[in-house]
């Protein structure tokens, strides 16, 4: 197990800056997942970290050491894809016993550390098996394997589950969890996909163009997104983005002096009057019923579209009017001019 630590970290293409500047401190057994767009730069600085691409500038330390120049295989980590990359053409304990083999690990011990890999993820029954004969989520298994069994000083993941299908991603995101949890390795883990980042992490890092936008736990992201960027990007759905000139009147919100955008996350619009709240006029144009809520696609009057998350299924038709309520604690201000919170 070791420590991460990311110094002024930038990857030029040409002319073409992938990554901009990552600052960032892993502590050891840490899960931390970098989220963003696609296109902003979080396998660059994964394949940085695992050595496959090499650094423009900084720094890259792995359990204290600067591991900048050494090799991928001197670095004492296991990177999981989102193509798994087995061999096809050997069994399972084969491709789990590989980069022991080549590593020329003793006999004994490949043997105790591939039985208890198997242990862990299941695949016992499975170990004679050729990887066409295994389902996608065996296969992302015995992936995840080849990793544990090299017993790394950090796992990195790069989207290993979006070939999965929904339901297999779900279950499998909970198995890395709690594999994760048990052996206490430190993690790096990439995904687009914001909800597996909220659930899986210890700590996000929201990346937008190169550059980080925010650091914190889920609920903090969740919370108090730092930037307009992570108020659109993290939740579903979205937070709702309005000019301060949407909410009529605000001369008793007391916003911060610089704001001129609100955020209201949609769980905290609501249908029934409140103490204290800003009353909003609006016109209903859908509702898309989701099982235990719905969600309800407003126009308010002012001309901006609103998403409100709603319990239960509510009989409002197409073009009803309606009065959303929104309280005062619910903003969240913005400076749309930095990006930035105007109450940090
Ligand atoms: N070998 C390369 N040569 C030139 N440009 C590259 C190279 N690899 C990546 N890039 C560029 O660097 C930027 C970051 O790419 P990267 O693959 O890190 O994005 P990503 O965040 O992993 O996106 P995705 O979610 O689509 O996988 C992109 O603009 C990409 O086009
Ligand atoms: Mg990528």
Known sequence: MATI???????????SHAVRGINLSVADGELIVLVGPSGCGKSTLLRMVAGLETVSSGRIEIGGRDVVKAEPAERDIAMVFQNYALYPHMTVRGNLEYGL?????????IDRRVNEAAEIL???????RKPRQLSGGQRQRVA???AIVREPAAFLFDEPLSNLDAKLRVQMRVEIRKLQRRLKTTSLYVTHDQLEAMTLADRLVVMNGGLVEQIGTPTEVYDRPATLFVASFIGSPPMNLLPVSALGNTQGLNLPAGT???????????????????ALPATAE?????????HLHLRLD???????????????????????YIE???????????????DA
Do not use: C, W
């Not at 083999?101 to 011990?109: C, L, Q």
């Not at 001129?260 to 249908?271: A, E, K, N, S, T």
């Open 5 to 15: 630590n990311l110094v002024d970290l930038h990857k030029d293409y040409g002319n």
């Open 122 to 128: 299941e695949i016992g029954p499975m170990l004679d």
């Open 144 to 146: 995840m394997g080849r």
């Open 328 to 342: 005062p604690a619910a903003l969240h201000p913005f400076d749309s001019k930095t990006g930035r919170r105007t």
């Open 286 to 294: 859908l509702l898309e019923p989701i099982g235990g809520e719905s």
């Open 101 to 109: 083999k080549n590593r020329g690990t003793p006999r004994a011990e």
């Open 260 to 278: 001129d955008m609100v955020g209201i996350r949609p769980d905290q619009m609501h249908l029934e009057p409140r103490p204290g709240a800003t």
């Open 302 to 324: 002012s001309g901006h579209s609103v998403i409100l998350s709603v319990p239960g299924r509510p009989s409002i038709t197409e073009g009803t009017a309606v009065t959303v």
